[in-house]
C-alpha cells in the first residue's frame, strides 16, 4: 500500500521544479526501469505489483534491502501513475550527474538540439541517438525537460545509453575546433544524399514550429535538405523533427557500413 504522504509526493513530481528540488524524476514499466536500473541508475522508491514478473525480478538488483518497496495492487498503482496502462512497477531515481565542465566529444557524432519542446519527440530523439550510436545529446536550455514522465516514456530506456547535456548551445558551438563539422537540416540546404558526409561532428536539429533559430544557423557550417519524393510532387512543407532526425542519422551511418 502506498502512504498518503508518498502518493503526494509521487503527484508533486510531475513538475519539473519538485524534480529539480530533489534531483530525481519517475520512471515506469519493467522495461524502462529494468533498463535504467541495470545501466545503474539509483532508485530511493519502488511501487511493484504484488505478483508480477517485475517483483521476482526485485533480487536481481538487490533493491528489497537497500530501497523503500511498497508492494501494491494494480489498482493501487494506477492512482499515481501517468500512464493509461500501468504497467506492474513505477520508480523514483536520482537524476545523474554528469560532468558539467564536459568537452563535447569530437572525434565522434553528437547531436544538438535547438529549442525542441515536445517532451515526446525528445524522448523519441534520445532513442534514435541510442539506436545509431550516439552517446551525447546536447540540448539548448529551452528545451523540453528529460525527466518529464513523457519523454522518459518515449525513450523506452534509452536513457540508459545516452548522455544528456543542457548547455548554452550557441556559446557551446562557437567554442568546437575551427574544422568540427556542424551540420543542420534547413529548407535551403544541400541534398543529403549528395553530401559528403563525415562520422563525426556535430548534427543540430531545430524547433518543431520554426526549425533551427537564426543565431544558431549562423554557425552550422554544412547545410542539409531532407528532399521528398519524386522532389517536383506538391508534398508536406516539412518532417516532424523526431522523424527528420531518424533520416539524417540513417543516412550518416549508412555511409560508414
Not at 539509483?42 to 517485475?54: D, I, M, N, P
Not at 493509461?84 to 547531436?111: F, G, N, R
Not at 541534398?191 to 533551427?212: A, C, D, H, P, T
Request: proline content about 4%; aromatic content about 8%; charged content about 25%.
Amino acid at each position: 500500500m502506498i502512504s498518503k504522504n508518498k502518493v503526494k509526493y509521487l503527484k508533486g513530481l510531475e513538475l519539473k521544479k519538485h524534480r529539480q528540488a530533489d534531483g530525481v524524476f519517475v520512471a515506469e514499466g519493467p522495461k524502462i526501469v529494468g533498463d535504467l536500473l541495470g545501466a545503474g541508475f539509483v532508485a530511493t522508491y519502488l511501487a511493484v505489483v504484488e505478483g508480477s514478473e517485475f517483483e521476482s525480478r526485485l533480487s536481481e538488483y538487490g533493491l528489497k534491502e537497500r530501497v523503500q518497496v511498497d508492494f501494491v495492487t494494480a489498482d493501487e498503482l494506477r492512482k499515481v501513475s501517468s500512464l493509461e496502462a500501468p504497467q506492474q512497477v513505477l520508480s523514483i531515481l536520482k537524476q545523474p550527474e554528469w560532468q558539467q565542465d564536459l568537452s563535447v566529444p569530437t572525434k565522434e557524432l553528437c547531436l544538438a538540439l535547438d529549442e525542441v519542446q515536445n517532451p515526446g519527440n525528445l524522448g523519441t530523439i534520445i532513442r534514435l541517438a541510442d539506436w545509431f550510436g550516439i552517446e551525447h545529446l546536447f540540448c539548448s536550455k529551452g528545451c523540453a525537460d528529460v525527466y518529464n514522465a513523457k519523454t522518459v516514456q518515449a525513450t523506452m530506456g534509452a536513457l540508459a545509453h545516452v548522455k544528456i547535456h543542457y548547455v548554452d548551445l550557441v556559446e557551446m558551438i562557437r567554442n568546437l575546433p575551427e574544422n568540427t563539422p556542424v551540420y543542420g537540416t534547413f529548407l535551403d540546404g544541400e541534398n543529403l544524399y549528395g553530401k559528403q558526409l563525415e562520422q563525426r561532428g556535430m548534427i543540430v536539429m531545430g524547433n518543431e514550429g520554426r526549425g533551427v533559430s537564426e543565431e544558431v544557423g549562423k554557425l552550422v557550417t554544412e547545410r542539409l535538405f531532407i528532399p521528398n519524393y519524386p522532389q517536383e510532387k506538391e508534398s508536406t512543407e516539412s518532417l516532424n523533427v523526431a522523424i527528420a532526425t531518424a533520416v539524417v542519422c540513417a543516412e550518416f551511418r549508412r555511409r560508414a557500413m
